[in-house]
């Protein structure tokens, strides 16, 4: 479990950035994080990751404390972060060698399998051997999250990893953070899309240096009010499921895609009760 506890964080020069988080991250829970420009969403995900040290309070990885240094190593091979530019973390001129360096740096064993294991989630697994300057940004994309789940962590950390890539590009994301849910990994996601914050299943709102609110994605219709009084545009499919309930139409959602709200729609059109 990730547990932040009371935390703030600020610059040398007093500018305060985030001020008296709390918060808990159950293992296996896919949590996005959305708010405007500003609210401080990048530098949470940083300390989340231990990469930055809280300025007050504490974070918790199960039961590593992010700011004690003895517990570095400890920390690296429990979460990884991937940034929003597939090409920043790109470093070796061959995709298996990419994969391999984080391994190497942890001085992690049966390498082979744990390469294989990360590209094949990643549906990377037929370019191990090709240029890493060859590949797409989604597929450079996929090779950076695929370098993070060599390690076998158990947290991954995206910082809006949709930003630079193309509408395929992003649906082959979407299949890989499907993956990742599968295997029950634990992921936190910023993102910009409004629309990605259904893929899910906890919702994480920050405005004014804090966090709004939290909560189920099931429960996202009755946040609509402070969703826009936070500035964040209604994802569409909540903005339909919003008309359908106001005509006194209510429908529940597993999966939260448009091709399922459509077969519900029809599945209600063709009842009796609306024939």
């Known amino acids: 479990m990730i547990k ?9 020069n007093g500018n305060c950035i985030l001020e008296n988080l709390n918060l808990e991250i159950q293992e296996g829970e896919i949590v996005s994080i959305i708010g405007k420009n500003g609210t401080g969403k990048s530098t949470f995900l940083n300390l989340l990751a231990g990469m930055t040290k809280p300025s007050q309070g504490d974070i918790w990885m199960d039961e590593f404390n992010t700011k004690s240094k003895k517990n570095f190593l400890d920390i690296r091979k429990k979460v990884g972060i ?6 920043n973390q790109i470093l070796f001129p061959r995709v298996y060698d990419d994969v391999e360096f984080a391994l190497k ?8 399998s744990r390469i294989e294991n990360a590209l094949e989630l990643v549906n990377m697994k037929d370019f ?17 999250i695929a370098s993070i789940l060599a390690i076998q962590p158990k947290y991954i950390l995206l910082d809006e990893p949709t930003t630079m890539l193309d509408s395929s590009e992003k649906d082959n994301f979407y299949r890989v953070l499907k993956n990742l849910k599968q295997e029950g990994y634990t992921v936190i996601f910023v993102t910009n899309y409004v629309d990605e914050i259904l893929l899910a299943d906890k919702i994480l709102v920050m405005e004014d ?15 609509v009010d402070l969703l826009k009084k936070c ?3 209604i994802p569409k499919l909540v903005q339909m499921l919003e008309f359908l309930k106001q005509n ?20 209600i059109w063709k009842s009796e009760k609306y024939c």
């Open 82 to 87: 991937v940034f929003q530019n597939p090409d």
């Open 248 to 267: 006194n139409i209510n429908i529940q959602l597993k999966e939260w895609t448009q091709e399922e709200l459509i077969q519900e729609i029809v599945r």
């Open 128 to 144: 191990k051997e090709n240029d890493t300057y060859e590949l797409s940004l989604g597929q450079k994309q996929r090779i950076n």
């Open 105 to 112: 740096n942890l001085g992690l064993e049966n390498r082979e």
């Open 209 to 223: 240096k804090q966090i709004a609110t939290i909560f189920q994605k099931g429960d996202i219709l009755e946040k």
């Open 231 to 233: 500035g964040i545009q």
């Open 4 to 12: 932040v506890e009371n935390v703030s964080f600020h610059y040398k």
